[in-house]
């Protein structure tokens, strides 16, 4: 059975760091591509970084570029989100996801193209 679980969100002070992690069962996570995105009430909910199946290419929303790192431990069949100099704009419920069905060769941070979600966890940002 598939399986996405989640864990490592919390509070942090501005320009603290946290580390999110998406341990997997089901499936191995380096045969599909993994994300994940985030949602704030009243807005659309967004992708935030995806790792390819294949070779490992990454991808980065514009606004987390330079401070989050996404990486996968094959090993621990589990995506991790590192999250650095966490700013204001960075609170949000964070979910992971995975492309069950790929249909392209790298990943993208759309919506659509997820299959399977993690439960989401929250990350504040707060002094």
């Known amino acids: 059975q598939v399986h996405l679980g989640e864990s490592g969100g919390g509070l942090v002070q501005p320009g603290g760091s946290l580390r999110l992690s998406c341990t997997v069962s089901?499936?191995?996570?380096?045969?599909?591509?993994m994300a994940w995105f985030r949602h704030v009430p009243g807005k659309a909910r967004e992708g935030v970084s995806c790792?390819?199946?294949?070779?490992?290419?990454?991808y980065y929303q514009d606004s987390v570029k330079g401070r989050f790192t996404i990486s996968r431990d094959n090993a621990r069949n589990t995506v991790y989100l590192q999250m650095n100099s966490l700013q204001p704009d960075d609170p949000a419920v964070y979910y992971c996801a995975a492309d069950l069905r790929p249909m392209y060769t790298y990943c993208d941070g759309s919506e659509h193209l997820y299959t399977n979600w993690g439960q989401g966890n929250q990350v504040t940002v707060s002094s």
């Open positions: 790792i390819s199946s294949r070779d490992g290419t990454t």
């Open positions: 089901g499936f191995r996570a380096n045969d599909y591509h």
